[in-house]
């Protein structure tokens, strides 16, 4: 008997240990939700409805080759105990996963539980790169072998055990009552395989013709980027799939200028395999900044500053239409992120980790290595380095010119005619829009922020230059906090 746990993992194509499973003997396709997951806080409604669009495509997919589909409710050494008392021995099969501490000890605890049931337990990677004790580095080159290896075959016929456990579930219908934190989103992408198929293929036919002009255009970039990474996340599609029916395109015979945008698009690609490796290499940068030389120049966390920021009344229009949109529709390009992120971090000086939680809950394409990579390295602790700290009203200008983004999301904006739209407050009629005053001058605090991290800079250097034996007790403090 095998049973195949699924995770981030909701397809039939490409997937391997459903392939070997099925291969193998009767074989139970299991999702199981997870409490303690759903209540770290990372994760919301939007994401539980994506995965269980996908889960209702592929119980059906499942059907039509004689499989089934089981859910089940509960923490995963209680959902294996119930498997164990249902079939006796049987074999497990799941893609590991790389994220915070609470998904590493899950999964330590199911090989360990298995260990001692002395049943077989098999972890598969997306990567050889991913499994732990791995050496070396994954360089373009090896990445791009990886790539061009043969996809996982789906199964012909699924040899489906009669019954399942009694707590379980089979198809999604009872499990949709799942309780889970946040609000559904009317206006975002809708999981699945076909759905993500449909996505790729209509960025490849067309789409992606204006991908690498586009990207930073808040409306245009919604129509000409991939939109594949949410089916990424969570497995609708695997990064192999896309990478040779990207590579299939451009060997096609496609325009000059189409294939350099897709050449572009495989680039980064790459740069979401190798994010995910580094966050592998470096686990705490879940937990903790990795350079952590200006943790202590944040503020103390301030309730009316964080409410204004979650809902998108900052008073800043490009910040507030980028957060709405988010909370809408659970995207927002990747220049966006950036200075959403920037702005939280740098202009408000809130705890990068807070601000990580509160954009996870929101991005349907919520990813733990790529999202808390990416919002170290725009708050500056990631690594030592030079750290860029945006101007909103100077970014909207550039990005938004005409102000349609921001008259899409800000309706109280509207009517503002295009020279005021990013700066509001200095239109005559300003306080009859019913739109919020900045909740700070950003041009004041970014000066002033950057002006503590010059100075801090400086103070390190100082410590660092001090000759050997003749530190003060408080730059041995200081050495510490760096």
């Keep these: 008997m095998n049973v195949v746990w699924l995770k981030r993992d909701i397809r039939l194509a490409d997937h391997q240990p459903l392939s070997d499973a099925c291969r193998f003997g009767e074989t139970l396709v299991l999702y199981i939700a997870e409490p303690s997951l759903w209540n770290a806080g990372d994760l919301s409604r939007r994401h539980f409805d994506f995965i269980l669009n996908g889960l209702a495509e592929l119980a059906h997919k499942l059907e039509e080759r004689g499989g089934k589909l089981a859910c089940a409710v509960g923490e995963v050494e209680e959902v294996l105990e119930q498997l164990l008392h249902t079939y006796g021995a049987f074999s497990l099969y799941t893609y590991e996963e790389i994220g915070p501490s609470i998904i590493e000890e899950r999964d330590a605890n199911a090989a360990r539980w298995m260990g001692e049931k002395g049943l077989s337990y098999f972890p598969y990677f997306e990567l050889p790169a991913f499994q732990k004790g791995w050496e070396g580095k994954l360089s373009r080159k090896k990445w791009e072998l990886e790539m061009q290896k043969p996809c996982a075959q789906p199964p012909g016929r699924i040899l489906s055990p009669d019954v399942v456990p009694e707590r379980f579930y089979s198809g999604i219908e009872r499990i949709k009552g799942f309780a889970v934190k ?18 790729l293929d209509s960025f490849l036919k067309d789409r992606c013709i204006n991908y690498i002009d586009r990207h930073q255009k808040p409306i245009p970039s919604s129509l000409s980027s991939s939109r594949l990474s949410p ?48 966050a592998m290499n470096i686990p705490t940068v879940f937990e903790r900044s990795i350079h952590r030389a200006f943790d202590s120049l944040k503020d103390e966390w301030d309730a009316e500053f964080s409410r204004r920021w979650e809902s998108g009344k900052t008073g800043i229009p490009i910040i507030d239409a980028a957060l709405r949109c988010l909370i809408q529709t659970g995207w927002i390009n990747s220049s ?4 959403v992120v920037s ?7 809130k705890d990068w980790q807070r601000t990580a939680r509160e954009l996870a809950v929101l991005f349907l394409d919520y990813q733990p290595a790529i999202h808390y990579t990416q919002v170290q390295k725009i708050s500056g602790t990631f ?27 800000v309706p109280e904006l509207k009517d503002v ?6 700066e509001p407050w200095l ?8 739109y919020p005053v900045p909740v700070v001058d950003a041009v004041q605090a970014n000066k002033k922020i950057n002006e503590l991290y010059r100075a801090r800079r400086q103070e390190e250097k100082r410590v660092r230059g001090t000759p ?11 050495y510490f906090d760096l």
Excluded at 183 to 199: C, H, K, L, S, W
């Design 383 to 409: 690594k030592d380095g030079p750290i860029k700290v945006h101007n909103p009203i100077r970014f909207g200008k550039e990005v938004d010119p005409d102000g349609a983004f921001v008259r899409r999301y």
């Design 417 to 422: 005619p295009d020279n005021y739209i990013h």
């Design 427 to 434: 239109y005559p009629g300003f306080y009859s829009l019913g």
């Design 468 to 478: 050997a034996g003749k530190k003060t007790e408080d730059a041995e403090q200081l």
């Design 343 to 349: 702005f939280a971090s740098h202009t408000l000086r």
């Design 231 to 278: 089916y990424l996340s969570w497995g609708n599609i695997s990064v192999k799939t896309v990478y040779q029916k990207t590579k299939a395109a451009i060997a096609g015979g496609i325009e000059e200028n189409q294939t350099n945008q897709l050449e572009t698009f495989l680039s980064k690609l790459y740069l979401h395999h190798q994010t995910t490796l580094n």
């Design 336 to 339: 966006l992120r950036t200075l």
């Design 182 to 199: 946040g609000d559904e989103i009317r206006f975002g992408q809708n999981g699945g395989e076909n759905e993500a198929i449909d996505t």
